[in-house]
Structure formats: C-alpha cells, structure tokens
C-alpha cells in the first residue's frame, strides 16, 4: 500500500517536471542565467569577447536576412553550409534575444524557423545518396539532430516571444515531423536512435531537447530511455556502453570530444529539467570522468593523434562546451578551470558565465595533466591506452601507449603502438587520419581512399608488422571481436613509470609483447623512454618496427645509405606502398645510433642491433596519386627471417639547438650502451649504460604478472630480487 | 689664426675625453644607468626577468667555478663553446657585480681574466686550419673579437675592483696583445681590421672598447679611423660603406642582425665615451636608419629568410641589444618600442632599463611594418629589395622581391625572386641556407655543401632560371659586379603597391623583367599578387619559374600526374640535381589553377599556360647523402624552345579551414580568369576576371619608365591613358 503511494507520488513529481510548467529559456540558458550574464559578464574580458563574438554573428546574419535554401549539396557545399549556419545564427540571436531583450533577434530567430516550418513537410529524403541514413535538411541524419538540438535551444529561448499560433504551426510542421524522422523515419534512424554510437547520442540529444522545450514527456521519455523507454537504448543506456569506467571512448580522442558534445549538452537540459536524475552523478559520475579522460589526453593544449583524427585543439567550440557544463556542476575540480582559462573562450550560457566567474575568483590553479591509465571497453577490461607524463608543465615528455580495442569504424590497425611528445612537439607520432575537412575536392571532404590503404594500416604506426602484412589483415571485423591486454601499469613512482601490453590476435601465432618505461636516471636532465618490444612467433617471419619522426636528420652511428637518384616504394600493399624507401643501412655493432633535431631540440634513439637488422628511412608520399598524404618521415627497424626477436631502444631527448641566440648545447646522447642480457618467456634484462660510466639494469617481468609477487632474476652471476613486474638497478662500478 | 685655436681646442676636448678620466663603469653600462637598474627594475616585470635570467647564468657559472680550457675544438667542440660561454658569464657576472654590489662577482670576473691573463701569452695559432683568419682562442679571429667586445665591458665593471697590479698584470698579457693581434697579428687580421665587412666591424668594436677602458687613444682611433688613423678604413668608413642610404646590409638580413650588434654596441660606448663624436647622427642617422630596416625585414616576429639566413627571431639577444641602444638613443621612435614590448626582454644595461621605463609609461603604440623599399649599395644605386605589406597587423600579408647586387659571400644568385608571407606563414618562401648551427656531425656546425649545390643556385629561389643553369653561371666573381635594377616602386596607394625590376646580366644576352603588384580588388577580403615575369632571350631557350609553398596541394585545374612508384632527380647540376621530380602536366587551356591549404587558409596559383607549358612539382632532397637538406616542395612553370616568354599569374589567399571549430569556408579561388591582352616592349596589359563577374585590367610599362609621363594604351579597341608605370582600370561588364 505505501509502496503504490509512493509510486503515485513520483508519478505526480515526474508529470509536473518542470519542462512541462512552461518555463522559458530552461535549457543550456536559464533565467538565473540570463541573470548572471547581465549582472557579471562585463566583468570578465574573456567572457565579454565570446559575448562578442556571438553578438557578431547574429548582427551579420541578421543583416544578410533569413536564407533558407533547398537541401541539394553534400558537406562542403553551399546548401549544407548554409543551413549549418543557420543553426548556429539562430541560436546566436536567440541567445542575444534574453540578455539584450533586442526584439529583432526574436524576430528574426522567429522568421528562420517560420521558413523550415515551411520547408520541411516539401522534403523527401536528400538527394546525395552517401550516406545509409540519409537526412532531410542535409546528406546524413546526424546533421539533421545537430541542427534540432540547436533548434531546440533556439527556439526556447524566444518560446515566449512568438504566439501560440505561430507555435502551433512550427510544432505540427517541423519539430514533431523531425523528431518523429529522427526515431523512426525509417528503419535506419530508428537503429541510429537506439545505437550505441555518437549518431545515436546526437539523435537523443536532439529529440529528448525539443522535447524538453514543447513540454512533451513521451520525447523525453524515448531520449532517455530509448524507443522502447524500458532503459534498453537511449542515454542513460548510451552512459553505460559508450564509455569506459575511466571514461575512455572507445573511438579515440578526437571522436571523444564529438561525442561528448551532445552528452554534456543533453545532461546539462536533463540537469535543469529534471534534478532528480541526478544526471552528472550516473554511473559514478561517468561524464565526468569523460571530460577528465579526453582533457588527459592532450598534449600542449592537442589532442592526441590516435585513430581517426585530425589536429583538434583544446580551444574547439565544443570542448569549451563541455568543459564550461563540467565545470559549472562540479566546480571543485580546479583542473579544468585551468583548462577553461586556457581556453579563453566561453559557452555564452550559464555554464559560461559561472566559469567565467570561477576564473575571476580562483588564482592560476593546479596541475592539470598527469600519468594516467584509462581502461577500454564499458566494463574496463578490454585493454586501454596508458599516458606517461615526465612532468606537468608544458613542455614535459609524453608517451601514449595504446592497447585498446578496435574503436568501431574510426579505429586503425594500430595495437602496442607509442607516440612521444617533447618539448611542446610531436615527436614520434601517429599519422592520424587522411582527410581534409568539407573540402569538396578531397573526396566530398571525407576520409580519402589513402585513410584506408595508409592511415589505419599498421606500417602507418610505431608498432610491429610482420611480413609486411596489417594487424588482423585489416580486417575491422576480426580485429572488432579482440583487444590486446594491458598486462601492469605503475605511475606511482614520478622517476620510473612503467607500462606493459600484450597482443595475441593481431597475426595468428604470433605474440606481441610490449613494455615501455619512462625512466629519470640520475645525471640526465629529462627522462629517457626504455621501449622493449618482444615478438614471438612461430614461423620465421619478416618484422618491421618504425619510428616515425619529426624533425632533421644529424646522425647516424652507422652508414644509413641514403637513395641519391633513385626512389622506389618500400612496398606493394598493406600501406607498404605508400613509403619512398629513401635510405637503408645494416649497422655494425650492437648498437645503432639514430640522432635528429625537432624544434629546439635534439633526440635519439639507441636501439640494439644484430647482423640481422637492416634499418630504413622512410617518407609518405608514393602511389598517392591525388596529392592526399601529407610528406612524413620514419625509420623503420627490420630483422629479417627470425622467429622471434625482442626490440629493444632508447629514446632520449638532450640539449638545447637555440637559434634565436645561437646556442648549440649538449649534442651528445648520453647513453653509450644497450646490452639485453637477458630475455626468456620469464624476463627481460637489459643495461643501459650512460657515458658517465654509470649504468643501470631494467628487469622486465614477461609473465605471471603480480604486482605483490616477489621474484628472484640472476644476471651475470648476481642474484637480484625484488617484488613486482619491474625492477630497476642502479649498478656501480 | 681663428681656425688654429679652434683646432687646438678641438684637440684639449679630444684628449680630454671621458675614456681617459677614469670613470667606469662608461660602456653599456654607466653609474647613472645602474642607479637606474636600482631604483626602477622591481617595476618592469619583464626587466626583473631578463635580469633575473643574468643572475642564473652569473650564479650557475660561480658556483660551477673558472675554468678555462686551451684551445682545440671548432665551433660546437667543448672548448670552442666553454670559451664562448666564458665571456657571456664574466660579463654576467660584471654587471650583478655593478647593480648588487657583491664582491663575489667581481672576484669570479677577475679571476676569470687572471686566468685567461696567464693562458693567452701561451698560445700560438688555434690547431683548426678551417679558417683564413685563424685566432688564438678560437679557430677564427672573429670568434676572439666578439670575445674581447665582452671582456672589455666585463673589466670595465670591475676596473675599480681589481688591484693596479693586477689590472697591469690583463693588460700587458691579455688586452694589449689580443688587441695587438685583432689589429695587426699577422696581414691577414690587418685586412679584416680594415675591412669592409661585419668581421672587421667586430674587430673595430674589439679594439675600440678595450681602449676606452684602458684610457688608450691610439687602439681608440684605430677602431674608429683605420689603422692609418686617416678615415680610410674603421668604424665611421664602415658606417659609410656598409649600409645603403635605406640602412640595407647587403649581405641580408640575417647578417644585418648580427653585424648590427657590434655597429650599435661600440656606438653606444662611443656616444657614451665621446659624445662630441654625435655617432647616431652621423650619415643623417644611418644606424637608426639600419635598425629600421632590419625590423622591417621581418614577418611574425621572424627575419626574411633571404640569402644565407636560419630562422631568426626578432627576440634574439643580439636584436634585443640593437632596439634597446635604438630607443635609449632616439625614444621619439615609438615603433622601435613596441619592438620591445614584443621581445619582452632586455639587455641589462643603461638602454634596458631606460627602454623598460618607457614601455611602462607607453601605450601599446604605433604601426610597426609598412611596406617599404631599400635601396642597396653604399650610394643606394645597386637596386633594392621591396616589401609589399597588405596591412600591418600580424597576419597581413607580405611580399618581398629582391633585386640587389649579390650579397658578398652570403649571397645567393636569386635575382627578382619572391617570397609570400600570409597569416602568420611562410607561404611561398626561399629555402634561406643549407646549415646546422654549431653542430660538429653537420660539417662542423658550419655551411653544408648542399649550400652551396642548392640553397645558393637560381632554381632554388622563386625567379627564372634558364637552359637549367644559374645565374652568372653561379661565379660570384661575376654575380658581384653587378646588380639588378628597380625600375620604379610605388606603394602610395595601399590597395595599389607595385614594384618593377630588370636584371640584364644574370643570364647573358637575356633580359629578366618583373613586376609585381599587391592589389587590393573589390568583393576580394585580401589583396591578391599580380606576378609578371618577361624573358627576353635571344636564342631559343628553357625557362623555368618555380614557386616553393607551404602546405598541402588540394586541388589543380589540370592533371597534374604524380610519379607514383618511381621518383628521379630533375637535373644533373646547377641545384636540379637535388629535386625529386614528383608529378608533371601540361595544363589544356589558357590558365593554370593550383591550390594549396597553409594553416587556416587556402592559397591558389592561377597562371597563364599555352600548349607549350609545363607544370611540374618537385621536392628537395635528391642526392643528398648526408640528410642535410629539408624536405621542401615547389612547383615549376617550364616553358621550353621558347626565345622570349611571360610568365602572369595571380597568387591568391582565400577562405578558411578552420580544423579547431571545423569551418571550411571560401573553398574556391575568386578569380576566374587571366589573358595577357598586350605585351610589347612598351606595355603589358592583362585583364583579371573574378567569379562575381566583374573584371580589372592591370597595365604596366616595360620601358622608359616615368611616374609623370602620360601614357597613351590602346587596349580590345579603346584608348586608355593614364600617368605614370602602370595602370589599373576596372571594368564594367
């Protein structure tokens, strides 16, 4: 009986959610909002340009008048442009409309959606037939739910400007049209809707906002809950798939930060619309978590290169969005003020003007980057990508190491693979995607047919080919039903960060084991990174691991032959023929010497060698017939015809190459040694020796991995013990 | 009789002068100017930097102790750089010794002197045979003059400090006989001493201020008239001799800086020490005239990359010197200020600290850069180079032409090149030189021979080459007597900047002629570049015109065929031997469309092409053995069998790609269409037609060149006349 009572009383509660009591703006804008802008926004500089800006946009596109055309071209074109636009100018004025009360921007927000109100119902489905959910207004759903979800906030804010006529008309004839296309238009929209995938948070986004604005519960209720509203899709469901526990999304960095656009948008509505859900408190708090997990990986205010992506700066639009949401609702977290005042710019909102505020209150704040390990897959155990940071300042060495899983269609071959930043540089990089963006001539602005046979083959990474093949063949299917495993990882210690990855499915038979350490040695100024890739495999094989490096060449230990009048592809297929073989060599000795400048500084890779390895230079650039692929370099490490071999190198940034005062200092790379004595199936040991004549062993667990196991190594006669996965030894002699 | 007093009065003011009064410190640094430093440097934040980063160096110097190494390495060797750092920390050391009055530092510079007091009577000619001028401390004279410039001001601070005994004890063992040897150790330093050359301006400043602090006339005159004493060579003839009118440095402008450095620190020592001397208003203020030049030489903070130049920044130490001497000694000059506020940095010195107050009494000031041109030669009559700004905001656009004489040793064959600069980048640029400062593996820190086999050849710059060879042949023997010439300059009209330049010696028996026009176009956002390039040879011949950009080719109105598995070199010699040809066409039509994306913003090349027209691109780094070239690209209009041609194109910047926000925007070049109407010895008339319809016609004149004369142009028909070298007259369709 008080059990029924009590879900009456929530019925009651949930039937008068505040959507449904007519208050306007209440989405990313609130009245208290409206408030806070007018009262503090002349205060803070920072907020007064995005005020501005803003102000700009709307008065220009007010000026030029209301332009709606007739769906035609794809992105890029004039048709997608514009009506991209309009989204954007709406919202603009209409924003304008509640801080200044200036009429005319009502009017003018009023008059565009008059003309889609008008428009729309004329539509069929877009003539560009790319897209498998092609759009109405654009080529593709998805632009359709980005223009709603700015519609909605549009449209909020002058609700109370227009007549309920004009309401009535704008409703019957464009939003619940829209939406309805966006759930169920077809069978594609209505797997988008209820998909697991950024589309599908866009979609979400979109209906559960408009429904928000039209005060229409069955909207939001299928927003949030999926078509079905029994919590099987939707975005509560979309929380718990799409990232991981340490808010990894799964597609990489840059698509993170698209996807959390809406995520933060459509929580922040939730949040003013219905507290009760407690939204940003979901799974643990999981958005933010998200937020902190794309702003960790970044690198001198980039995203990190990873997958599918193009340079994306922490300044974007969206990423002011969702930092400016984050920080409003969880305003302790003084990290991403400090990235709000990087960013310089706000969300004109109440998530902006609240930010704004902090910043004229708080002092430049704490450390916002560090060493961090964020786990793949929405339970946490599907590999990750580790982050090793050799300090917190800009500036200071970065290793990403990936061992995730595929990462859906924007994921790339790419398993055990590093990238190192330095210096506020990319220094050993992924190649990202091949794409220019909205560019019409560059395949429609899409990913170009070279994304395909470049950028997501393994030979476009800084991890191992075997047999000039790609991980799982390239096969997106067999490489989606695998991940590799992240065996330890240990950032406890500032002075010996250690990370450790295993991949058994990338080429059948053979296992792929990687351990990279970021160690401070006493003597170096910067860390220097240890990297020991072991590859076991059963049949003699071919083995490729390259370094593709920014930056001049200024010596070499060995002859590296370079190719003076004559270049030829590396290869025929699997991105192989992609890279002009430009030079070649077969060190003498153990150990081969690489040395080249980036920016201000110089770095090196020492790497063990035998009579089997052949080193290569390489650049991008052949069989690229459309000028697609940008002009970038590596060296490739080769051992030919071995069964098994373990990599093993040393990557050292030194000295100071300063040519706006002429000085030239510490040219000279400090390790004068590698030895690997030994390496079973149990463990690793590897010397490096420093030309001040000290030297120190790494010992490398290789299995039965336990952080409290205690082990027992004997190298050179000398028992070493110690507990863990690790060891490191400083020697005397 | 009246003259003879005069004369002898003349001569008590000049015995009397300062140096020999015993005041010290009166170098860079004066007692008034550390009481200045004292009372006044807690208020610049950037003034407590830069003497804040003296103290460091000063500190970490004292605490790591004197040590100074025999002489043995080149530059980038470890006694090359301990020296060289030696004099930068004595220095340090002298000045905290002034502004704090601790006695540590100036026992660290005395004992610093006593050592290199004992060391230098030992030494014999440095080991290194590198140089013509071999020194003793260093492998070259200049290295020990630019030492001594230091010392002398180190030993000026701390004069008073050291005992009688112990300042005879330097003089006699270290001063006297460096500047013994500067001046006349051997023939060839006395030709350096009295040459006209930035080597023999450091060797003036040398000798002169350690005069000045010893109180000795005779090495005071020597600096400042010759080692006659008569004026024929020294630091006033040089004044004369090495700058142009315009305070041009003919060997460019990264030798401009650095010969700079010494002209304006001995200049300071001089105002200081002879003020009757009135050295900043000598030759009508040709040294202030020689900063602005330098300034104006510069794109983004960053010195043209013209002849043999690295890139150099308008915040080097030594600039910084220069615009702190400048504005101490003209403070009227508020762009030379804001030079200052841009470098945020100062030397610690009477000009520091007087140039730090200045800036916290000024505003944020004046326009910096304008367009200008510069006269080369000693008389101004040698051609000049010309720099067309389309604004002077950072970010406007830029262009250079050049047409001067050769540049002495520095100089490159680069008669009537370009280079573009736009938004913030170098967008079509000069390759500067081939070299590795300071760095022993890269041909010992000094040029590369790749500087010479390409960096110094025509093709490597954006001007015509010919039959595939250099101009004069590459002889600068032949190059050095001659120069181009520049038939008219007007940039009056901002919208409207042209300059016209012949070259008649480069290739023999052909007349290069080129003119270029920033014009400003309506319905265009920015100023396009109207580049006409006239050849007239006698026999038939091969013409090529490069143009080397930045960024990524995304679109060519022709096939533009890439090799796509086989890449050869272009050439045998002459630099072409260094380009790897990677695509050809041969465009069908009468124009020529190339597009490229730079940053945030396209760029196109529309070009006239005829059925005999050949586009090719190509990339450095062919026979290259040793990596010492970048990896740059450019494409080349080839014209073969042809005994005269014009070149006419349009460089166009245009839109945005926006990768932050994702806005692509302006994709398409504006203009449509270019036809050469005319093009006769007297005039060259070509019309510019842009998408939105309308079109322009753009005359110039090729001879008897009079910006007053009338001119008479019958053009499709119609009679147009106008005043002056050229014409634009827009049409109306």
Same mark, same amino acid.
């Given at each position: 009986m008080k059990i029924k009572i009590l879900f009456f009383l929530l019925f009651l509660v949930a039937a008068v959610m505040p959507c449904i009591s007519g208050t306007h703006p209440n989405m990313l804008l609130t009245r208290a909002g409206v408030r806070e802008i007018q009262k503090w926004s002349d205060r803070s500089p920072a907020f007064r340009k995005s005020l501005a800006d803003l102000k700009r946009m709307a008065d220009l596109a007010m000026q030029n008048g209301v332009v709606v055309p007739v769906p035609k071209d794809e992105g890029g074109g004039y048709t997608h442009e514009k009506n991209k636009n309009n989204y954007a100018e709406m919202n603009a004025a209409a924003i304008l409309y509640q801080i200044t009360g200036d009429k005319a921007y009502a009017g003018f927000v009023r008059d565009m959606l008059m003309e889609y109100a008008g428009l729309y119902p004329t539509l069929g489905l877009h003539p560009s037939l790319r897209s498998s959910t092609r759009g109405k207004l654009f080529w593709q759903t998805l632009n359709e739910s980005v223009w709603l979800v700015h519609a909605a906030c549009a449209y909020d804010c002058v609700y109370d400007f227009i007549s309920a006529s004009e309401r009535q008309y704008m409703e019957e004839n464009l939003f619940y049209p829209m939406a309805g296309f966006i759930t169920n238009g077809n069978p594609e929209n209505y797997a988008v809707f209820n998909k697991m995938h950024n589309h599908g948070t866009w979609a979400n986004a979109a209906v559960g906002m408009i429904g928000y604005v039209m005060g229409d519960r069955n909207l939001v209720d299928m927003a949030l809950y999926g078509s079905l509203k &029994?919590? +099987? +899709? $939707?975005f509560f469901k979309q929380l718990d798939q *799409?990232? +991981?526990? !340490? $808010?990894?999304?799964? %597609? $990489?960095p840059y698509y993170h930060r698209y996807a959390l656009w809406p995520f933060m948008t459509f929580a922040q509505v939730i949040q003013n619309q =219905?507290? %009760? *859900? !407690?939204v940003f408190g979901y799974r643990e708090g999981i958005l933010f978590k998200a937020v902190d997990a794309m702003i960790q990986q970044s690198y001198n205010g980039e995203l990190f290169l990873l997958n599918d992506a193009l340079p994306k700066s922490l300044k974007s639009k969206d990423i002011v969005s969702s930092v400016d949401i984050a920080v409003k609702n969880n305003p302790e977290n003084k990290s991403w003020l400090e990235v709000a005042r990087y960013q310089d710019d706000f969300l004109v909102s109440d998530a902006g003007i609240s930010t704004a505020r902090a910043l004229l209150r708080e002092k430049p704040g704490p450390v916002v980057l560090r060493s961090a390990f964020l786990s793949d897959g929405p339970a946490g155990d599907a590999g990750g990508i580790a982050i090793l940071r $050799?300090? +917190?300042?800009?500036g200071s060495a970065c290793l990403t190491f990936k061992a995730t899983s595929h990462g859906l269609s924007h994921g790339h071959y790419d398993k055990l693979s590093l990238s190192f930043y330095d210096n506020g540089n990319r220094v050993i990089t992924d190649y990202g995607s091949s794409r220019f963006l909205n560019i019409e001539s560059k395949s429609g602005g899409n990913y170009t047919p070279e994304n395909y046979t470049w950028a997501m083959q393994s030979i476009a990474h800084n991890t191992v080919s075997i047999n000039e093949k790609c991980q799982f063949d390239g096969n997106i299917k067999v490489s989606s039903r695998y991940h590799s495993d992240i065996n330890y990882h240990d950032f406890s210690d500032p002075s010996l960060q250690v990370v450790s990855g295993t991949e058994k499915n990338a080429f059948p038979g053979v296992t792929l084991q990687r351990t990279v350490a970021m160690i401070r040695l006493p003597g170096l100024g910067d860390p220097v990174v240890l990297d020991l890739f072991r590859v076991r495999s059963g049949p003699e094989a071919l083995i490729d691991l390259p370094f593709y490096f920014n930056g001049d060449v200024v010596f070499t230990s060995f002859v590296l032959a370079k190719n003076r009048d004559l270049l030829k592809p590396l290869g025929k297929e699997n991105g192989y023929q992609h890279l002009w073989l430009e030079a070649s060599g077969r060190p003498a000795g153990t150990n081969a010497v690489f040395t080249w400048i980036n920016g201000s500084r110089f770095y090196n890779l020492t790497t063990l060698s035998d009579s089997g390895t052949q080193v290569m230079m390489v650049r991008t650039g052949a069989n690229d017939p459309e000028f697609n692929l940008r002009s970038e370099q590596g060296i490739i490490l080769r051992q030919s015809g071995v069964a098994q071999h373990t990599f093993v190198s040393v990557i050292e940034p030194h000295g100071l190459y300063d040519l706006t005062n002429e000085v030239t200092a510490g040219?000279?790379? =400090?390790?004068s040694r590698l030895q690997l004595l030994e390496d079973t199936e149990l463990n690793t040991v590897v010397r490096i020796a420093l030309a001040d004549g000290s030297s120190c062993l790494f010992i490398a667990v290789n299995? &039965?991995? &336990?952080?409290d196991k205690r082990r027992t190594v004997t190298v050179e006669g000398d028992t070493i013990q110690f507990k863990g996965n690790f060891q490191l030894v400083k020697e005397t002699i």
């Open positions: &029994d919590g +099987s +899709s $939707g *799409l990232f +991981s526990p !340490d $808010g990894y999304f799964t %597609e $990489g =219905q507290p %009760e *859900l !407690d $050799g300090g +917190s300042r800009t040219i000279r790379s =400090q390790v299995a &039965d991995f &336990d952080a």
